[in-house]
């Protein structure tokens, strides 16, 4: 029973609950949403996009060169669709398959310069759905390499939008973290080993950087998933750095930074310390395993030791025996028994940029059947 006296379906849950104050209340489980959570702006664009694309060219093969967003089920309803995703293998991604004339998609995170021409040069038909904000940092790094800088980038080497958005620079460096940030603040200090550092930072710098040479003039861009007050941190940190090399009256000369930060990043992150903020018993996190976004959502809830569980989908819970397979935040998938206490609990529940509503009102289905489970399992 619902807390305003009448019982709903499952399915629009999450509609009713921002009706209601973000809060719905049954068989002795009361959920919290945070105020701000699930598909940003960019990601409903680029989803729209593909799915239109597939309206538009019915009889053409349509290509993707990665997944549209980091959620399985938007994925799987393209692969559904007749949409082809290209492979990436050892050497990098494939796309011997992709013929003249033929539908390219790029994704939300967008494709890196090499990608755009090679697709272009082969005649292929390009729908771009990159997320403008991640236009809005290669405009940053453009600034960068106009003034001869190299682009610190914050981020994830490995991420498809670090890699996007590095194929921008003639120089670039890219740093993970703020311990990373600080180790290449006291190269540029205090020098240091440079066959350290270029075996530290191998996979994650421009060919032939030299952190002897290229350590002059730096500028400031991130992957638009990370966290806020990091990149924010990240950028101070090399301001007063720079300050400190080339004195405060020079400083214009060998740093510049602009506002790239996501405001849909932004707004997930505030809203996910303030629902922490708020002490429930358990925090839900959902959205895909490979979101970086999602990750830090789990990451402050783990920061706040609140029992914490990010799942991807529904599937990851099991009511008969009460667990849960989760990811943590900085490790592997493991499974959790007795996950959900007996007796009234507050849960909090948000998703990632890439999450659809309905993958979390399917979460919630399975959470209020592991509670009629257990209840029942007690009166047996």
């Given at each position: 029973m619902a807390n305003d006296?009448?019982?709903?379906?499952?399915?629009?849950?999450?509609?009713?609950?921002?009706?209601?104050?973000?809060?719905?209340?049954?068989?002795?489980?009361?959920?919290?949403?945070?105020?701000?959570?699930?598909?940003?702006?960019?990601?409903?664009?680029?989803v729209q996009m593909a799915y239109e694309a597939r309206k538009q060219f019915p009889e053409a093969k349509l290509w993707i060169t990665n997944e549209i967003i980091h959620n399985p089920t938007v994925n799987d309803r393209l692969s559904e669709m007749g949409v082809n995703?290209?492979?990436?293998?050892?050497?990098?991604?494939?796309?011997?398959?992709?013929?003249?004339?033929?539908?390219?998609?790029l994704p939300a995170f967008g494709a890196s310069v090499h990608e755009m021409k090679f697709l272009a040069d082969k005649g292929a038909n390009i729908v771009d759905t990159t997320c403008p904000w991640v236009s809005k940092v290669w405009n940053a790094v453009d600034t960068h390499k106009r003034k001869d800088f190299t682009s610190i980038i914050h981020g994830k080497y490995s991420h498809e939008e670090t890699v996007a958005t590095a194929s921008f620079a003639t120089t670039y460096l890219i740093v993970k973290d703020m311990r990373e940030a600080n180790y290449v603040r006291d190269y540029i200090l205090k020098g240091g080993d440079k066959a350290e550092f270029m075996e530290k930072f191998k996979n994650a710098m421009s060919q032939g950087f030299d952190p002897d040479e290229d350590l002059d003039g730096v500028g400031i861009?991130?992957?638009?998933?990370?966290?806020?007050?990091?990149?924010?941190?990240?950028?101070?940190?090399?301001?007063?750095?720079?300050?400190?090399?080339?004195?405060?009256?020079?400083?214009?000369?060998?740093?510049?930074?602009?506002?790239?930060?996501?405001?849909?990043?932004?707004?997930?992150?505030?809203?996910?310390?303030?629902?922490?903020?708020?002490?429930?018993?358990?925090?839900?996190?959902?959205?895909?395993?490979?979101?970086?976004?999602?990750?830090?959502?789990?990451?402050?809830?783990?920061?706040?030791?609140?029992?914490?569980?990010?799942?991807?989908?529904?599937?990851?819970?099991?009511?008969?025996?009460?667990?849960?397979?989760?990811?943590?935040?900085?490790?592997?998938?493991?499974?959790?028994?007795?996950?959900?206490?007996?007796?009234?609990?507050?849960?909090?529940?948000?998703s990632g940029a890439s999450t659809p509503d309905k993958v979390v009102e399917d979460v919630m289905d399975v959470v209020f059947a592991t509670k009629r489970a257990l209840e029942s399992a007690v009166s047996r």
């Open positions: 006296g009448i019982s709903y379906s499952k399915t629009g849950l999450v509609a009713k609950m921002k009706e209601n104050g973000l809060s719905y209340v049954e068989d002795g489980i009361t959920f919290k949403l945070a105020d701000a959570y699930g598909f940003c702006w960019g990601v409903e664009r680029a995703f290209v492979e990436e293998t050892s050497d990098g991604k494939d796309f011997s398959g992709v013929k003249r004339g033929e539908v390219v998609i861009a991130n992957q638009t998933t990370m966290l806020k007050g990091e990149t924010e941190a990240i950028g101070k940190l090399f301001q007063s750095t720079m300050m400190e090399k080339f004195g405060v009256e020079n400083v214009d000369q060998h740093f510049v930074v602009m506002d790239t930060i996501c405001d849909a990043t932004q707004e997930r992150q505030d809203a996910m310390y303030k629902l922490v903020d708020a002490k429930p018993d358990i925090m839900l996190v959902v959205g895909g395993l490979n979101s970086s976004n999602t990750q830090h959502l789990q990451e402050i809830s783990e920061d706040k030791a609140i029992p914490s569980y990010w799942v991807d989908t529904a599937d990851r819970l099991n009511a008969d025996t009460n667990s849960i397979s989760h990811k943590l935040a900085h490790g592997e998938l493991v499974t959790t028994d007795g996950w959900l206490p007996a007796g009234d609990v507050v849960i909090g529940i948000t």
